[in-house]
């Protein structure tokens, strides 16, 4: 069969581990493409919220396996934290997580350049969740790295002492203090964990896979705003969100993609620093941020919030080749008496449809308004319940973006979701 991908089509967070865990049932494999344990996902059922950096988001389905692939950075840390955490809630992880022998291991030396780096960029800083992603990607770049697979050979401690060597020497060039002793005691303890797990050469279990006519969902992280090559760069992640980032990030060929599912708020939200032109730093803001619970799960952050942004949207579906999407959060929209769609930018004094090269405060939206629909969809399970302005505000949306919204999920239960045709009416 083939592999479809789950991805996030504005700066994260937009609720990819919920739909996962929903789709998880389709398939028979769950695979991570890239990022780390700056990704924060979460999943509710059972009255039981769960938040994973690492581990994919179909781990709580008995029988499907879930990959982290190549792409994939690993704090062994916080995978242990995550793994402790499952296995007390009787979830088989050593049984259910395979993990790349090539994906790339943060040293506890990657967490304190990823503060010291920040720290100097001072008011320009990226906001980075300070998990030692750009470090470990550099360092996979820059071919110094040390992955998964280097742990069970002899000589892992040379190399790992080696790179620190390296890193201490950079960190001379910050005015930071720190102790690495304790971090260097976790590591190690997660470093013997992670031997317990069943490393494997994660592209060919996966291309065996597919000739066996199993099923795959590659599962995202962040969002493609915050891709490294086509997000708002600087202020972006270390690593291809995108599609793309599917066929390197597991040892995929294009050809094996089918569906393409992007997700996507109701409205916007953004972590960290960096332009976002439908921001609502006000009153507005605040009431989304608050109705929507809108604060980092990896970090605790507030998250900036403002209105969904069509430009970006479009930007995002062409980069990924979106064949269907997910709109999640609409309820949060519920006591909102009239939404503003923001559809195009007024750029450099010129009105444009498109994303530019460079955002700044050079770019302001432009908006259209479309009256709420004032009413609580937490609870409707179907589709024709949905109150009309509701049902107008998907036609609209999905005729701007040429594409179906397949996925309407109204809460953040794994139950309050509603799937739909795959086709455009
Ligand atoms: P991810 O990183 O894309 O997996 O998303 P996060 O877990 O960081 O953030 C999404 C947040 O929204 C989580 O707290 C979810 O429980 C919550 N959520 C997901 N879908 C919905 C929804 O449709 N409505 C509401 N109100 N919350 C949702
Ligand atoms: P999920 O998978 C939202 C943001 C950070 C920062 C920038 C760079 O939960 O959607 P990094 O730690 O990667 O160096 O941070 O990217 N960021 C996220 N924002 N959701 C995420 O993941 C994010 N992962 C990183 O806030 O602005
Ligand atoms: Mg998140």
Known sequence: MAVDVLLGLQWGDEGKGKIVDVLTPE??????????PNAGHTLEFEGIKHVLHT??????????????????VIDPVILKIEIDKLLKMG???KEQMLISKKAHLILPS???????SEMAKGKAKIGSTLKGIGPTYMDKTGRNGLRIGDIFEAGFQEKYLSLVKKHKNMLNFYDMDYNLDDMEVEFHQGIETIKELTAIDSEHYLNKAIKAGKNILAEGAQGTLLDIDFGTYPFVTSSN?????????????PNKIDRIVGIFKAYCTRVGSGPFPSEEDNET????RKLGFEFGATTGRERRCGWIDLPALKYAIMINGVTELSMMKGDVLDSFESIKVCTHYIHNGEKIDYFPYNINNNVEPVYIEKKGWNIDTTKITSESEFPKELVDYIAYL????????SIISVGPDRSQTIQRDRVLA
């Open 91 to 93: 979830v088989d992880v």
């Open 285 to 288: 803001g605040e009431r989304i």
């Open 110 to 116: 990657h967490k304190l350049l990823d503060k010291a």
């Open 398 to 405: 999905e005729a701007e973006l040429e594409t179906p919204i």
């Open 241 to 253: 969100t995108i599609t793309a980032g599917t066929c390197t990030g597991l040892g995929i060929a």
């Open 27 to 36: 398939y028979d494999i769950i695979a991570r493409f890239q990022g780390g």
């Open 55 to 72: 581990i994919p988001s179909g781990i709580f389905h008995k029988g499907v396996k879930n990959v982290v692939g190549n792409g994939v």
